[in-house]
């Protein structure tokens, strides 16, 4: 497929995806519009370890870690300040400090990819365990009381910038947030095409040919590491928002694993894939928890093992494969006597 035509099939979906955004209130009532905000919120989770796995070639088995500390600095600002609008920032901006350092001794120590992904599920174990030991009244950052294993109730939802008094409603939450995954989504696919972003692939297929070209790989896949810790923290931010609330068990290692799942079954080195694999296993979970025959994790566990075996490029590349060869299959028009003088494409 030339790159054209990816460029175009990639606008139409982002138009598509842009229309759904817009239409989605006017189509389903209030409850599933939530539950669909919570899938948004959890989208742009997937498209953060998406990208540093699928582009940068991590694998963090600790997303949640990021998840979890820009959850908890959302709702620690917006208590304190009572705006969202600097809340949302510093959800971003906490994960991305602590990825900094983290990152900086993972991959300036050289510590090798089954580390890391051990070193990053460790991480994410210490700050469960750390924030769940907060349940006394001395715990507390400002006015905000960190509640331990009893979680941060009330938490205030987003309002209008910089606009305390004007608060969201389901409806603009699930604009605000809708057009969150959109944007992350856009954002990392201008960030891709830039320069930045070919150099980051280019060391996840061969750190050795990148540094003999001038490039530090440690330092890329520092910034990838940061950039996707940013983002995930961005969705702890959504997914507080959406449910004005947050615990500790926005740490737990079953969401991390959940999260690997989502990028699998979509498919690893796309963007798109782990936002459809995140909703439609998000959507199987939640059709699953409204019955008491199956277990959800063995579902889960079937699906992946499934994929891998079955699909191992996701299911988004595997589609993208079937379409090629559908198109690849059309009968060619036969060159004229007018087309004599031009070359003839090859298959």
């Known amino acids: 497929m030339s790159a054209k035509a990816k460029l175009f099939l990639q606008f139409i979906a982002l138009a598509a995806a842009i229309a759904a955004t817009a239409m989605a209130p006017q189509i389903f009532e209030v409850f599933d519009l939530m539950q669909l905000t919570l899938f948004a919120a959890m989208g742009v989770l997937a498209l953060s370890l998406g990208f540093i796995w699928g582009f940068g070639g991590i694998l963090s088995f600790g997303q949640t870690a990021f998840f979890g500390l820009g959850g908890y600095a959302y709702a620690v600002a917006a208590i304190n300040y009572g705006d969202s609008t600097g809340a949302i920032l510093l959800a971003m901006i906490v994960p991305a400090i602590f990825a900094t350092v983290l990152g900086y001794f993972v991959f300036y120590g050289r510590i090798s990819d089954v580390y890391l992904g051990v070193i990053t599920l460790t991480v994410t174990l210490i700050l469960f365990n750390v924030v769940n030991s907060t349940a006394g009244d001395e715990y507390r950052i400002g006015t905000a009381p960190l509640g331990g294993f009893n979680g941060m109730p009330s938490v205030p939802t987003f309002n209008m910038p910089f606009d305390p008094e004007t608060v969201l409603d389901p409806v603009q939450g699930w604009y605000a947030t809708g057009g969150g995954l959109i944007l992350v989504y856009m954002f990392l696919r201008l960030l891709l095409w830039s320069p930045f972003g070919r150099v980051a692939v280019a060391v996840r297929e061969n750190e050795v040919r ?49 999260i690997i799942i989502w990028v699998t079954v979509g498919g690893l080195g796309t963007l798109i894939g782990p936002v459809v694999g995140c909703f439609l296993i998000q959507y199987l979970v939640a059709q699953i928890g409204s019955q008491q025959t199956f277990n959800s994790n063995l579902i889960l566990g079937v699906i992946l093992i499934a994929f891998v075996l079955l699909l191992p490029k996701g299911l988004i590349p595997a589609v993208r494969d079937l379409l090629l060869q559908a198109l690849r299959a059309l009968p060619r028009r036969a060159p004229s006597i007018g087309d004599a003088d031009q070359p003839v494409e090859a298959e």
Do not use: Q
Request: hydrophobic letters at 60%; zero cysteines; glycine letters at 10%.
């Open 210 to 258: 990148a540094s003999l070209l001038g490039y530090d790989p440690r330092l890329i896949k520092l910034a990838v590491f940061v950039v996707g810790s940013a983002i995930a923290g961005l969705a702890g931010a959504l997914y507080v928002n959406w449910g004005a609330f947050v615990s500790p068990t926005i740490f737990a290692l079953s969401l991390s694993a959940e």
